[in-house]
């Protein structure tokens, strides 16, 4: 597979760093034929959140970008109201915690009996009312080029990650058109988008003419973070479930999965797509498609 070129890493705002030595770390073990073989293997670490001095959550993540993790978990969670001053996010690596300090008091002990372990890589946590705040919500009703789709496919799977590098990861892209722009990974999907999510907020940044793409499937809990963040499409390399394509379909998210190659398939949004796209010029990746060690 042909890795990306410099001019295709230098257009990302955030790219992966495989190389981080805080990231994975070397494991020796034994192969197939009993040789020794090294190779590098995710590290897990626990980052306990905190919305003022309330604790929150403590969820397992890879440790990069802590800040906006925090701040995008919060922000999916309902927890921060739009236009709530953040006075300061506090990150100590020893503790292991982050704490978001905002202008106004916390009262979530009720919020916080309600959780849901959801059904995502590393356990992801949704807290039971979350589903409240799609009450209404109705996404732009944006167009989506199947010419970005197949742009987009090729340049986030030669993009050099940990994903490719060590595998048992999950990564999501926040894309503009046919170009991604901040690509973020943990071990589980619900950490990645939490982590752009939390970009966005810090940054101001628009959402109605974004695409959000991740590796991992299209459950519920995917498509209503990504609603929450009022991103009009979803795209993912993998399948998707009955609930995150009957949410998706009620708020006017445009849902595309299986994307491999020339394929994918459209179950929410149909109408949406641009099919200025002739698939048989898009190379075919068949049933290999030279990623090593990645798992979905």
């Known amino acids: 597979m042909q890795m990306a070129t410099r001019d295709d890493l230098d257009q990302y705002l955030i790219a992966p760093d495989p190389a981080h030595h805080r990231l994975t770390r070397a494991v020796v073990g034994r192969d197939q034929d009993g040789a020794e073989t090294q190779i590098s293997v995710v590290e897990e670490r626990p980052l306990t959140i905190f919305l003022n001095s309330q604790e929150i959550v403590t969820a397992m993540t890879i440790g990069d970008y802590p800040e906006y993790l925090a701040l995008g978990f919060l922000s999916n969670q309902g927890m921060l109201q739009p236009g709530e001053t953040i006075r300061g996010i506090d990150y100590d690596e020893d503790l292991e915690t982050v704490v978001v300090r905002t ?48 742009a987009l496919s090729a340049k986030i799977n030669r993009t050099p990650s940990l994903y490719l590098e060590a595998g048992a990861i999950h990564g999501t892209v926040l894309c503009h058109q046919d170009q991604p722009l901040v690509y973020m990974e943990d071990v589980g999907r619900h950490n990645a988008v939490d982590k752009i999510a939390g970009w966005m907020l810090s940054k101001g940044a628009t959402a109605e003419d974004k695409i959000l793409y991740t590796t991992g499937r299209l459950t519920s809990e995917m498509v209503i973070k990504t609603a929450m963040m009022g991103i009009p499409v979803l795209a993912s390399r993998s399948g998707f479930t009955a609930w995150g394509v009957e949410i998706a379909r009620e708020v006017g998210l445009t849902l595309v999965g299986r994307l491999r190659g020339r394929r994918f398939i459209c179950l929410s949004g149909e109408e949406r797509l641009v099919r200025d796209a002739d698939p048989a010029t898009v190379p075919d990746e068949g049933k290999k498609n030279g990623r090593k060690g990645a798992s979905l």
Request: positive net charge; contains cysteine; glycine residues 12%.
């Open 103 to 150: 202008d106004g008091q916390t009262t979530y002990e009720e919020k916080l009996k309600k959780k849901t372990r959801t059904s995502g890589c590393a356990v992801g946590t949704v807290f039971g009312d979350m589903m409240e705040g799609l009450e209404g919500l109705v996404l732009p009703r944006t167009t989506l080029r199947t010419s970005w789709l197949y």
